[in-house]
């Protein structure tokens, strides 16, 4: 029986317009489907978000104000983006990416801001296969980085252009598909067996570099960071 990361996978990620997933919105997003390992097909758009760009957000993907204007209306990209999740939900089809927790909690977030509802809710969330949490799972005590452009060096995974949304998508499923070849036990578990073990693993990594922080005079990392894979904050925490 074929492993199920020969079958379909489909990436995605998106640039936005900042780092808080509950206030900031996209400015372009992508989905990757790969076949048997290979590049199976595009969807991807630039998204006007209706608000100023910062130019901090700008400095790394590069998207302009005058660029976005021209891309789809924010809702408009909020109903594919929203349509493709649930189609991968409803078929099994495994969502794969980097820090997906990020992305997925801002779709959820615009969902609920425009019809009270998230993922799982109205839209079916299937299977999520995040290269991040298995990464730091998998090779925990590793130096370095651990952005996708540090694991595409780990995993000898050519990055197609970094911050580009498709070219980010297509290199976060082929750090996946190097992760579970360089690790059997990875690859030797179930999907689902796979997808709860994630949770915990996220829970774990996040729970940990929160007691690091607090042990050097910081902060503690907000609740919500440590779910997996989509964070909702309680009323307390706005």
Same mark, same amino acid.
């Given at each position: ?15 936005? +317009? =900042? !780092?808080?997933?509950? @206030? /900031? ?9 790969? #076949?048997?390992? *290979? ?18 957000? +700008? =400095? !790394?993907?590069?998207? @302009? /104000? ?9 809702? #408009?990209?909020? *109903? ?24 997925? @909690? ?133």
């Amino acid at each position: 029986m074929a492993h199920w990361s020969e079958g379909t996978l489909i990436g995605f990620d998106l640039e936005t +317009t =900042g !780092v808080d997933p509950f @206030t /900031d919105v996209p400015v372009s997003y992508a989905f990757v489907t790969f #076949e048997h390992g *290979d590049r199976a097909g595009t969807v991807s758009s630039i998204v006007n978000p209706g608000r100023p760009i910062p130019p901090g957000a +700008t =400095g !790394v993907h590069g998207i @302009t /104000d005058d660029r976005a204007a021209g891309g789809q209306a924010l809702d #408009e990209a909020l *109903d594919v983006i929203a349509a493709t999740i649930g189609d991968a939900g409803r078929s099994g089809t495994p969502v794969v990416g980097m820090n997906l927790s990020y992305d997925l @909690t801002m779709v959820d977030a615009m969902l609920r801001r425009r019809t009270g509802s998230g993922l799982a809710d109205d839209v079916p969330l299937g299977p999520v296969v995040d290269c991040m949490v298995l990464d730091k799972q998998a090779d925990r005590y590793r130096r370095g980085g651990r952005k996708l452009g540090d694991l595409c060096r780990e995993y000898g995974v050519e990055h197609g252009g970094a911050h580009d949304a498709a070219a980010d998508v297509e290199a976060s499923v082929r750090v996946t598909l190097a992760l579970l070849s360089r690790y059997p036990a990875l690859a030797g578990m179930s999907l689902d067996d796979l997808v709860r073990a994630q949770a915990t693993w996220k829970r774990e990594q996040t729970a940990g570099l929160s007691e690091y922080f607090v042990g050097r005079g910081g902060e503690a990392i907000p609740e919500w960071q440590h779910q997996w894979p989509v964070g909702r904050r309680s009323d307390e925490e706005g």
